[in-house]
């Protein structure tokens, strides 16, 4: 097992939502972190919060599309801490829309997605982990750090109308673990850094709450077997069970409250 004591993590998306969950969760358990994100204003608040916690935590503005804002990342997190333990690439963003919208009346097409919608979607959360993994592994490598990278994917990863490309970036969480495994387990490295993607259902974050209004929502919620949205909490203390756990690795685990096994028979 390994101990979140005195280990290092580095959370992109760490401004707020899950990543600033995980981020508490992780110095309440004394651990040290990095915390990442292109809003900077975002960024000194969750400061505040974790240095009135008592943490040890540095910060990085970063857009995870950049290369060389990642490669930065990395660097900040060995300079200031000399190793990283846990990468969790969760910044994310959503611009949802049906790929084609047929007016109701006419049958023709009166809308579509644009490719700006569906191509920043993919830069962030499909590119943005790669570079954040691509140059935080390389870095554990290096420097001889175990850990683990935990992915974020969702339960948008088995399909969702309306999200073809968060669904698509969410679905390739899903298999990035399994290529990452495969490939340190080639070169002897599978004990050292581990891989794995959480992928929760809704949580009570902005993405979800500013993204929805109470119609949406209770229609959510109907769906949900404990009959109410899993809490950022809930999703950072299950990643610190991942990160404990060495027979984890090269899998997803869902957390999201029964959704989808729901019956209404
Ligand atoms: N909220 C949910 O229901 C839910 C469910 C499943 C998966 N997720 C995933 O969890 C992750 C976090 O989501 P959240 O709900 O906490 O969202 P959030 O909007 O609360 O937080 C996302 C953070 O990412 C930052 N960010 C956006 N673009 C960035 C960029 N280019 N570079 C660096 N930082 C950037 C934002 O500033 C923000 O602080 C996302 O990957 C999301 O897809 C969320």
Redesign the pocket.
């Known amino acids: 097992m390994l101990e979140i004591k005195d280990s290092v993590a580095v959370i992109?998306?760490g401004?707020?939502?899950?990543?600033l969950a995980l981020a508490k969760h992780w110095v309440t358990n004394g651990g040290k972190v990095v915390i990442?994100?292109?809003?900077e204003d975002?960024m000194k608040q969750a400061e505040e919060e974790l240095k009135a916690l008592n943490g040890e935590v540095a910060t990085v503005v970063?857009?995870?599309?950049d290369e060389d804002d990642c490669a930065k990342l990395a660097d900040a997190a060995i300079e200031k801490f000399g190793q990283i333990n846990l990468v969790a690439p969760?910044?994310?963003?959503i611009k949802d829309g049906m790929m084609l919208s047929p007016d109701r009346e006419t049958g023709k097409v009166k809308r579509k997605m644009s490719l700006d919608a569906f191509q920043k979607v993919i830069d962030?959360?499909l590119t943005?982990v790669f570079l954040t993994v691509r140059e935080c592994a390389e870095r554990m490598i290096n420097n001889k750090c175990k850990g683990l990278i935990c992915l974020?994917s969702?339960t948008g990863s088995l399909g969702t109308a309306g999200q073809i490309n968060y669904s698509s970036t969410k679905a390739a969480m899903s298999v990035m673990p399994k290529v990452i495994t495969a490939e340190f387990f080639r070169r002897g490295l599978g004990d050292m850094i581990r891989c794995v993607a959480v992928a929760?259902g809704?949580?009570g974050?902005?993405?979800?709450k500013k993204a929805m209004n109470q119609k949406a929502l209770d229609m959510v919620l109907s769906q949900i077997p404990i009959g109410r949205l899993v809490e950022?909490e809930e999703v950072a203390s299950f990643v610190g069970d991942l990160y404990r756990n060495e027979a984890l690795a090269g899998d997803v685990f869902f957390i999201h409250g029964g959704l989808r096994l729901g019956s209404k028979g």
């Not at 969760?90 to 963003?93: E, H, L, P, T, V």
């Not at 974050?205 to 979800?208: D, E, G, L, N, Q």
């Open positions: 992109t998306g401004g707020g939502g899950i990543g990442a994100d292109i809003a975002f970063c857009n995870v599309t969760f910044a994310g963003i962030i959360n943005g974020i969702s929760p809704y949580v974050t902005p993405m979800v950022p």
